[in-house]
């Protein structure tokens, strides 16, 4: 939710959930809005309807694997700086904040995120060109605006997820364009 006028309230780097009235002085005013963004929908009061980034979720944003043991950590070896910047987008806790931040209401970061941390790894390879492809589609059928780089998204994220990400969605979006045949 806004908190006087930011997503998420007064501190950085940091959620509604874990803000503490510490962060406020004795006999403030606190004004609390909702998330206001057409593919939010609200629902009532401080209630938005987020199922717009659980279906750009389900367009792509998993992998294929087998069921069965678990795969043993040393089969698959991957490169550390790959591997921290996997991480690192994998921190996005889909809240929203993002869009909401946003003049135009963007989901990039968001998706960025989420394209990010499998694109990285090899077990994202097999579905990589369909998933972006598919996911994009999409965000762009629920209704979110456009990127102009204006950097609000990573300015209020809790999750400090970085506009680099966005650069690496759009590199994967226009290779996936290139060679994908859809
Ligand atoms: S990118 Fe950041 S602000 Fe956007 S949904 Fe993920 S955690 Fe929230």
């Given at each position: 939710m806004y908190i006087n006028g930011k997503p998420?309230?007064?501190w950085q780097a940091n959620t509604t959930c874990q803000l503490h009235m510490r962060a406020f002085k004795d006999g403030?005013?606190?004004v609390v809005e909702?998330?206001?963004a057409n593919a939010f929908p609200v629902i009532k009061d401080l209630t938005v309807d987020r199922s717009s980034f659980d279906r750009i979720i389900q367009a792509g944003g998993y992998i294929s694997v087998n069921t069965g043991n678990a795969v043993d950590g040393n089969s698959l070896?991957?490169?550390k700086e790959k591997a921290d910047a996997s991480f690192a987008a994998a921190m996005c806790i889909g809240c929203g904040a993002c869009v909401a931040a946003c003049k135009n209401s963007s989901a990039m970061l968001f998706m960025s995120a989420k394209v990010s941390h499998l694109a990285l790894l090899p077990q994202g390879e097999?579905?990589?060109h369909s998933r972006v492809i598919n996911m994009i589609a999409?965000?762009?059928k629920e209704g979110?605006?456009?990127c102009t780089n204006t950097g609000a998204c990573e300015a209020t994220c809790p999750k400090e997820i970085s506009l680099v990400n966005i650069a690496r969605l759009n590199k994967?979006?226009?290779t996936a364009s290139l060679v994908s045949d859809k």
């Open positions: 998420h309230g007064p403030d005013t606190i909702p998330w206001r070896p991957i490169n097999p579905e990589r999409q965000m762009d979110f605006g456009s994967e979006y226009l």
